[in-house]
């Protein structure tokens, strides 16, 4: 496979929606850098999808500006790191969760656009897309933290892509509903604890809010990933985008 459409970066991705999405990039052409904590996993990925993998902890500043230094510039960035956090009331969350999350889902994501951004200007184009959440949109009893994080990074989108658009960059974000996964079923675990009912009843509970009553694939959040730093959507930006199966 010929490499033409230049690095694009996927934090998060040795597994899940990260690793689906370096997938369809790799499809498209690009040089992919999947990126993670998880070294065995992220390696592996990296190894079937012909990709490369940098080991980065996206709590850690040094870090991600270690893993940008890498490289002249990037072409598309896409900040896929994310964890959910506690499953609390707010009062008794504490104050170092509540960093944790806000650092590794917002921060992270502010650092990693300040590094890729200024290439992207200075080239005359870019894809920037950020993973938000439904818990963006709405707000989300006893996940504070989590739908504090979510909705910023929708702030964040908006603003960056009023900066850079007529550089030729776009900024975009996903908000994805009830994927498929490990994250999602830890966090159906959680609630399912929280509540005193059955896995299968909270899984009836999040899946119930969606028009769909299905679960979401990782796949279709990197189809929709892919499309986003396409030249067909050369006119989209600023935008939030909604894969959620009319999650309510």
């Known amino acids: 496979m010929t490499d033409q459409q230049g ?45 490369e993998f940098r080991l980065c902890d996206m709590r850690k500043p040094a870090d991600i500006e270690a893993l940008f230094a890498g490289f002249d510039r990037v072409e598309v960035l896409v900040n896929n790191a994310g964890i959910s956090g506690p499953t609390r009331p707010l009062h008794e969350i504490t104050l170092q969760e509540w960093h944790e999350v806000i650092d ?36 989300y009893p006893n996940r504070s933290p989590y739908c504090a994080s979510k909705w910023a990074v929708l702030g964040l989108t908006a603003s960056l892509a009023r900066e850079v658009g007529r550089h030729g960059v776009r900024v975009n974000a996903i908000l994805p509903g009830t994927v498929r996964g490990p ?3 830890a966090v159906m675990e959680r609630y399912a604890q929280q509540n005193g009912i059955a896995i299968a ?16 694939e990782p796949s279709e959040i ?27």
């Not at 991705?13 to 052409?29: M, V, Y």
């Not at 009843?201 to 979401?216: C, D, N, P």
């Open 183 to 185: 994250r999602i079923a």
């Open 7 to 51: 690095i694009a970066v996927v934090t998060g991705s040795a597994t899940g929606i990260g690793f689906e999405i370096a997938r369809a990039l790799r499809r498209d052409h690009y040089r992919v850098v999947l990126c993670d904590i998880d070294v065995a996993k992220g390696e592996a990925a990296a190894r079937e999808i012909k990709a």
């Open 104 to 139: 590794v889902n917002l921060t992270a994501a502010f650092l990693a656009c300040r590094l890729a951004v200024t290439g992207m200007v200075a080239a005359g184009r870019g894809s920037i897309v950020n993973l938000s959440s439904v818990a963006g949109k709405i707000g």
């Open 222 to 248: 990197a189809a929709m990933v892919s499309y986003l730093c396409s030249p067909a959507a050369r006119s989209i930006t600023g935008q939030f985008i909604s894969v959620d199966g009319g999650f309510e």
């Open 201 to 216: 009843e909270a899984e009836r509970h999040y899946l119930g809010r969606q028009a769909t009553g299905a679960y979401i």
